[in-house]
């Protein structure tokens, strides 16, 4: 028994022990994650009513619309309302799309929301997400079957979920990026390597202080030369000699004075790019066409942004054009990213939140303020004065030993009050 007493005790040594404080704070972290994703969204009403709304909570319906039917997403309402008790897939937030619960993707679901909903959206765009299926390997997260943990990535582009073991190049600490742009993205939005010499998140050698760029992932590398000035990619590119693949991403304080616009300057093993300010005024009147005058690499990764890079881009008229030819435009619009729709979501939820104490404290007049704040500090010292006692003998708090605490309190409070005397004048 006395072996049995010393495993149990050494078994309690091992587990770990969470606080009241832990839990209450873990719960106000998940609150606070869940005022981010949902609170920019309607639980009560459809979404559809709308039209393509710039960015929502999305789920997708496995119940309805599983794989080899076609793709489709519901809004936060009619998740709740409609498919409550469904398997749904959370997309978690996506852009400029349109509720299609009940639409002729459902066979059998007509939305109790908005039941007069056109047959099909055709301005939404679907990838494996709605399947439940993410990244490049296409599988399900959490997944069952990969014990490797890694933190999946969104792309800011195509919005797709991506592992960061997955995007050639191994993502900063979370704090150190705001916005990744993937490699099949980075690929299509080749302009975006002009910017990436200059805006992408940097880290600092350990070696020898030099500057080295975040596009140290898998692939051949390539260093682009100086342009023409035109807005195509159809720039001269050289592969690197492999003895110069390290060398090429470390730049010195001391070279960064001018840039290297020779044409033998793609084999040298240590490549100058020009740290130069973005914001600096344009002689051409645009940003991007000075970039690209400049040399910078380009490589098969993905890309880590800091926060308002996007206010950085170029918006004179053939950038724009660029932009919507590629489908990008929304790259300019400050409201567009996650963040500003998380803040929006706190700010609102902020704002909803009512003190249930100070509404009623509001609702009385002096007299009865001062006697409830009174009884307040009474209940709250008496309770400290209780649970002290619990602490100090190390035992658990039962569910029995709350009910007897209140109902010793209410006893107290009616022998208080049955002892006053009143006088009458």
């Known amino acids: ?26 719960d106000e972290e998940l609150e606070n994650e869940a005022c981010a994703v949902l609170g920019g969204s309607d639980s009560e009403k459809c979404s559809y009513s709308q039209g393509s709304v710039k960015r929502q909570a999305l789920y997708a319906c496995s119940t309805c619309t599983p794989e080899g039917e076609e793709p489709a997403g519901i809004c936060l309402a009619c998740s709740y309302e409609c498919h409550g008790s469904h398997k749904l897939f959370e997309l978690y937030t996506k852009r400029n799309f349109r509720c299609d619960c009940g639409n002729s993707k459902f066979k059998n679901l007509e939305c109790k929301l908005f039941p007069d909903k056109a047959k099909i959206n055709s301005g939404n765009k679907y990838n494996d997400n709605f399947f439940g299926l993410y990244c490049i390997c296409k599988r399900p997260y959490p997944d069952p079957e990969d014990e490797i943990p890694d933190e999946m990535i969104q792309c800011v582009v195509c919005e797709d979920w991506f592992h960061g073991r997955h995007l050639g190049a191994i993502p900063p600490e979370s704090g150190d990026f705001q916005e990744m742009v993937c490699q099949a993205c980075m690929k299509r939005c080749s302009f975006l390597w002009a910017y990436a010499a200059q805006l992408a998140v940097t880290k600092v050698s350990a070696e020898d202080d030099g500057l080295v760029l975040n596009v140290d992932g898998i692939g051949d590398q390539e260093v682009i030369k100086p342009e023409n000035g035109d807005h195509q990619d159809s720039t001269l590119k050289e592969d690197i000699p492999e003895h110069g693949k390290d060398a090429v991403k470390e730049v010195k304080a001391e070279q960064t004075s001018e840039p290297c616009t020779s044409s033998s300057s793609a084999s040298d093993p240590q490549t100058v790019f020009k740290n130069q300010h973005l914001n600096t005024e344009s002689q051409s009147g645009c940003k991007l066409q000075d970039l690209k005058a400049k040399q910078f690499v380009k490589k098969d990764t993905a890309t880590y942004w800091p926060l308002n890079w996007r206010s950085k881009l170029c918006t004179c008229p053939d950038c724009m054009k660029m932009y919507g030819d590629l489908d990008v435009l929304f790259l300019t619009d400050e409201y567009d990213t996650v963040l500003a729709y998380e803040n929006k979501g706190k700010v609102d939820q902020a704002a909803d939140r009512r003190d249930p104490l100070m509404d009623t404290l509001n609702s009385m007049n002096r007299v009865q303020q001062v006697e409830l704040i009174c009884e307040y500090n009474d209940l709250k010292s008496e309770l400290k004065d209780y649970l002290k006692r619990f602490a100090d003998e190390g035992t658990v708090v039962k569910r029995e030993d709350i009910q007897q605490f209140f109902e010793e309190f209410q006893s107290k409070k009616r022998r208080r009050v049955d002892g006053m005397q009143y006088y009458c004048s």
């Open 1 to 26: 028994m006395a072996g049995a007493e010393g495993h149990a005790g050494r078994q309690s040594e091992l587990e770990p022990v969470v606080s009241l404080v832990d839990v209450l704070e873990e």
